[in-house]
């Protein structure tokens, strides 16, 4: 068998099982992943193939998106089973998984949203002090 090594010594054949692997693990779709990389659905089905790798910036991206570390991500180590996140508040929690299935631009708004509640919730117990 030869081994075809990709740019980074990533093994290819490895790094497109590992690639796949986690997202379906994720439960996220090829077209998902692409929208939240800002790139062609093409491009990410070529290296779930082995057609090609991607980018470092663009492996630390989908590090990211997965929660992985590159190790991970490139095969080179298997994905930690960490736990699913846990809310308190059983509607949150029932919430998470519907909120990663919205597309990019309603996850940026739902993050401006949630971002601008953090902070006048700090902000109140800031003067309330």
Not at 14 to 39: C, D, P, T, V
Not at 85 to 91: A, D, E, G, I
Request: proline share 3%; net charge positive.
């Amino acid at each position: 068998m030869v081994m075809n090594w990709g740019v980074y010594g990533i093994e290819m054949e490895e790094f497109a099982k590992s690639l796949k692997k986690i997202r379906m693990a994720r439960g996220l779709n090829q077209n998902h992943i692409a929208e939240l990389l800002s790139i062609s659905p093409r491009v990410y089905n070529r290296w779930e193939r082995c057609g090609a790798v991607p980018r470092l910036d663009t492996l630390v991206k989908m590090a990211d998106i997965f929660h992985v570390t590159l190790d991970e991500l490139s095969g080179r180590k298997e994905p930690v089973n960490s736990d699913e996140l846990k809310l308190r508040n059983p509607k949150l929690h029932g919430l998470y998984r519907e909120i990663d299935k919205l597309s990019n631009e309603d996850q940026q708004a739902l993050v401006i949203l949630l971002d601008s509640l953090v902070k006048r919730s700090q902000m109140g117990k800031i003067l309330t002090r």
